[in-house]
């Protein structure tokens, strides 16, 4: 079984920055790919950035340029890092790891980014 715990979410104003963190436990973490989720108010959630084991980055379009997300295999640790927030960035983030057809899901953080 895997747990995933996100932190680093926080209210932060327009142009500043954040890092979130992600601890996994459980099985073999190296092979699986992470990524950063995100549900605002009233949408769905949508991709944020994810990586697979082999280094390999998808962004949305929406945060290019601004988000970078990276992983630590041997703390079995993910992370986001997001300069420049806007107010529109502002949702609860989940960290998730996809593990063939599985999908684990952290409990989310709570970003708000003040204009």
């Known amino acids: 079984q895997v747990q995933l715990v996100e932190s680093g979410g926080g209210l932060v104003q327009a142009g500043g920055s954040l890092r979130l963190s992600c601890a996994a436990s459980g099985s073999t973490f190296r092979f699986d790919a992470m990524g ?32 970078t997300v990276s992983r630590d295999n041997a703390k079995k640790a993910v992370y986001l890092q997001m300069n420049s927030l806007k107010p529109e960035d502002t949702a609860v983030y989940y960290c998730n790891l996809a593990r063939g057809l599985t999908r684990y899901w952290g409990q989310g953080t709570q970003v708000t980014v003040s204009s």
């Open 36 to 67: 950063w989720y995100r549900q605002a108010p009233g949408k769905q959630r949508e991709l944020v950035a994810t990586m697979t084991g082999g280094g390999s980055t998808n962004y949305a379009d929406s945060v290019k340029g601004r988000f």
